[in-house]
């Protein structure tokens, strides 16, 4: 019977193991539709993948912060978070701040991350860099830096900053 009771854990334990070793590192990630990360942090979130932040997520890329469950998410040394409001292209071409999709993107943010952009005036056409010892006070390190940096990238290709959707509450760069 303890053989049996062994070799069930040992099973149930390796069978863990693989399911908590896949990752998705992201590094250099400027953005893009807001849409296009909903979608791809929602099957993301259903993957039970973890998330290693390695460098820049910036603008669209920042909703990995409240689509995925905290506690599979963790930011090396070198992560850097980038905040600003969201944008149209107005009738004249030029880009113009959209409230209504600021507020949505804003209210996918974590309260930490809320109280940390509302201190510093809020989600604005400027961006904000959260960084360093304020980003790892909010987030668990990845205890193997060096490691991180050589996992390759998630499977799909990320969205082009060049692409743009001028559906109202769809642009993020």
């Not at 943010?109 to 961006?127: A, D, E, F, N």
């Amino acid at each position: 019977m303890k053989f049996l009771t062994g070799l069930l854990a040992a099973v149930l334990l390796i069978a863990g193991m693989g399911a908590s070793h896949a990752v998705v590192r992201i590094a250099d990630d400027r953005g893009g539709r807001i849409g296009t990360y909903v979608d791809k942090y929602q099957d993301l979130r259903q993957s039970g993948e973890t998330v290693i932040i390695d460098g820049l997520c910036a603008s669209a890329c920042t909703i990995v912060l409240g689509a995925i469950p905290h506690d599979r998410i963790c930011v090396t040394s070198s992560a850097t978070l980038g905040f600003h409001a969201a944008w149209d292209f107005g009738s004249n071409g030029r880009a113009v701040t959209n409230a209504e999709a600021t507020q949505m993107l804003y209210a996918m943010y974590p309260s930490q991350v809320k109280r940390w952009i509302s201190q510093r005036g809020g989600l604005t056409p400027h961006m904000l860099f959260l960084k360093g010892r304020q980003l790892q006070a909010m987030y668990k390190p990845c205890y193997l830096d060096a490691q991180a940096s050589a996992i390759k990238p998630s499977r799909r290709p990320l969205p082009q900053t060049e692409q743009v959707e001028s559906a109202r509450g769809q642009l993020l760069h």
